[in-house]
């Protein structure tokens, strides 16, 4: 149990040497900028006067469009 703690610390110490040096050689240099996910077109959205019921099977289907179950 103790040589694994020690492995532990070992590794831990490696990744912050690691770290530390890294940062001293690349510095705080300024970042690229990221540029943002395009934002997915939505479809356009029914609303309640867009909707008229099917006279044959009730279903509510968009106006100007033939009802698909009859």
Avoid: Q, W
Avoid at 28 to 37: G, M
Avoid at 57 to 69: F, Q, T
Wanted: positive net charge.
């Amino acid at each position: 149990m103790g040589l694994l703690l020690k492995i532990a610390a070992i590794l831990i110490g490696l990744g912050l040497l690691y770290v530390s040096i890294k940062r001293l050689i690349l510095g705080n240099a300024p970042r690229k900028p990221e540029v943002p996910p395009a934002k997915p077109s939505r479809p356009e959205s029914l609303t309640a006067e867009d909707l008229e019921r099917c006279p044959r099977c009730g279903a509510y289907v968009p106006k100007n469009h033939v009802c698909e179950r009859s």
